[in-house]
């Protein structure tokens, strides 16, 4: 019940000094120096940094996509997350054509439901409204506690929303106050240029980036802009890839609108080129938007140092290379979307960014965690290291290298796109609310431990939190 973490370097968004922890009832209750609580468990954090715990704002565990199902499931996906210093994950829950919203939610709770190790919210897909479920989702915003609603303009067959649609979502959200995530690619071109690619003869993984340029990513970035402005909402650009796309943000964020952005570890450290290798090894790499020539790299981290990027997401959405990638060997359009990325999140963006001096390690832990905490209503309970806040910590060791690779990842996949890859940091023991899910690099949490967080709907104000 009770701990005290002690001899670590705390660091937070904005602070790195040496403190102890004292946790009780899974909440932190007191920071200071040498610490005795007489009947407290001892954790030594000597010589490593003592983290929030990591909030990863967009993945895709048990999701039904692209005529399969992604391969880490609640189990298997949030252990790797816990692995990787992840304590929370904020999940899109899929809706379906004229389905209640409501079913789909209490889909998504029963995916989760004794399984999950982390504490998890949701995020509300809306596909198609219907004028059942535009009366509905108000509502069920508030009751589920759901301050986020998501919008494909891609997947022009699969979830792809019109611009109506997106407009009303935005509308909808501005008066209850939650934020619209937004997929920013032009689906209905990109599907015209995979039919011109296939009627060529194009069959090879490479062909998935070059049926979605980077025009189409700054383009959908743009409208997805101007919509949510007009309707006076707040917009998320999840996984932004590209400068078309970072230039479109900024060029909003200097106006003075609500915009954030995401993105993601590969697009910061792998391109194009992944696509292009011999043989169907591209598919590992397929992903949408997917991966981008080099030079989009330094355009991503220079918006994420100067904060006009806000979180990494992981964008977890597995499929295994010898089994479901395999549907789309001969069609790279049948490729399924996606790729493992909720274990090294931390590792990529340690090692990546703060080892290379590209950033802070203050910065590390806001794009990590507390910007996504702001953004998505959990903050302060989540996303800090503070008096009341959850005890949701990672103890992490910057010095420690080690080798990523399927063959000791924790994902539901055979492989990693970061195969042989060495890293350089590492989460060693990581707690949810004072209790340990990983400890010493070992599994010890509790399946199903992990707790469903209702967020806050407030009304967006000029007060509303800016970043
Ligand atoms: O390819 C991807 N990113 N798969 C997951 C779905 C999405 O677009 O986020
Ligand atoms: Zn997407
Ligand atoms: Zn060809
Ligand atoms: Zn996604």
């Not at 915009?259 to 169907?280: H, I, K, N, R």
Request: glycine letters at 8%; hydrophobic letters at 40%.
């Amino acid at each position: 019940m009770k701990k005290i973490i002690k001899g670590g370097l705390i660091a937070t968004a904005s602070d790195v000094y040496e403190a102890d922890i004292f946790i009780e009832n899974g909440k932190i209750v007191q920071i200071g120096k040498d610490l005795t609580i007489l009947d407290a468990e001892i954790v030594d954090a000597t010589g490593k940094y003592v983290m929030p715990g990591g909030i990863d704002p967009h993945t895709h565990l048990d999701m039904p996509f692209n005529n399969t199902v992604t391969d880490d499931d609640w189990k298997s996906g949030t252990i790797a997350a816990a692995f990787g210093g992840t304590t929370t994950i904020l999940d899109f829950c899929l809706t379906a054509g004229e389905e209640k919203l409501s079913t789909a939610v209490e889909k998504w709770h029963a995916k989760a439901k004794g399984k999950s190790a982390i504490d998890y919210g949701f995020h509300l897909m809306i596909g198609d409204l219907t004028p059942e479920t535009e009366a509905e989702l108000p509502v069920l915003l508030e009751q589920q506690g759901i301050t986020s609603v998501k919008v494909f303009m891609a997947y022009a067959k699969e979830f792809q929303a019109t611009d109506r649609t997106l407009f009303k979502a935005f509308k909808i959200a501005k008066d209850v106050g939650a934020v619209v995530m937004v997929h920013c690619e032009n689906g209905s071109v990109i599907d015209e240029l995979v039919e011109e690619a296939k009627r060529a003869g194009h069959t090879e993984p490479i062909y998935h980036a070059l049926t979605r340029p980077v025009e189409l990513e700054g383009e959908a970035t743009k409208r997805a802009i101007e919509l949510a402005h007009i309707a006076g909402a707040k917009l998320y650009v999840v996984h932004v890839t590209c400068k078309e796309a970072v230039d479109e943000i900024i060029a909003a964020r200097e106006k003075g609108y609500d915009v954030y952005g995401e993105t993601c570890p590969p697009y910061l450290t792998l391109d194009q080129s992944a696509l292009a290798q011999p043989g169907f090894e591209g598919a590992k790499y397929v992903w949408s938007p997917p991966l981008r020539p080099k030079y989009h790299q330094e355009h991503l981290w220079n918006a994420l140092k100067a904060k006009q990027l806000q979180t990494i997401g992981s964008d977890q959405c597995s499929f295994s290379f010898n089994g479901k990638k395999q549907l789309g060997l001969n069609d790279f359009s049948k490729i399924p979307n996606g790729g493992p990325f909720i274990e090294d999140r931390f590792s990529i963006l340690y090692s990546e960014g703060v080892t290379t001096g590209k950033i802070s390690i203050n910065e590390f832990v806001d794009m990590v965690s507390t910007s996504a905490a702001k953004i998505f209503g959990l903050y302060p309970q989540k996303g800090t290291i503070a008096i009341d806040s959850d005890a949701d910590i990672v103890i992490f060791d910057p010095q420690v290298k080690r080798e990523i690779s399927a063959k000791t990842h924790h994902m539901n996949v055979d492989y990693n796109p970061y195969e042989g890859w060495e890293v350089t940091g590492e989460p060693i023991s990581v707690l949810v609310r004072g209790e340990y899910v990983i400890k010493d690099k070992e599994f010890v949490g509790v399946l199903g431990s992990g707790q469903y967080l209702k967020r806050g709907l407030k009304p967006a104000t000029a007060e509303t939190i800016k970043i």
